[in-house]
Nanobody
Framework: DVQLQASGGGFVQAGGSLRLSCAAT????????IGWFRQVPGKEREGVSS????????YYSDSVKGRFTISTNSARDTVNLEMNGLKPEDTAVYYC????????????????????WGKGTLVTVSS
């Protein structure tokens, strides 16, 4: 049974930092792209960042570029999202997801291609 687990959310003041982690059970990340998405009530799920594990290619949305960093550990079984310089508009439920493929930024930051999703973790940034 494939499961993704996102963790690390919490409450932080503007300008602060959080580190989210995504771990999987039931499969390996090796030949997949792992993405982070976020969603606030009433809005569509937004692609934040992704990493193509075998190639190490990383992608970021314009809204987080320069502030967030996505990475994987040496075992390639955990994907982290380091979030710095957090802003109130970063407040959302964050999800990690995986799909069996790769692609351009436009593709891997779109939720449609992902076929494995974890439960979200809430990030709240106060002003």
């Amino acid at each position: 049974d494939v499961q993704l687990q996102a963790s690390g959310g919490g409450f932080v003041q503007a300008g602060g930092s959080l580190r989210l982690s995504c771990a999987a059970t039931g499969f390996y990340f090796d030949d997949r792209t792992i993405g982070w998405f976020r969603q606030v009530p009433g809005k569509e799920r937004e692609g934040v960042s992704s990493i193509s594990i075998p190639y190490g290619r990383t992608y970021y949305s314009d809204s987080v570029k320069g502030r967030f960093t996505i990475s994987t550990n040496s075992a390639r079984d955990t994907v982290n999202l380091e979030m710095n310089g957090l802003k109130p508009e970063d407040t959302a439920v964050y999800y990690c997801a995986a799909f069996d493929g790769f692609g351009s930024a436009g593709r891997v930051l779109g939720a449609d291609v992902y076929n494995y999703w974890g439960k979200g973790t809430l990030v709240t940034v106060s002003s």
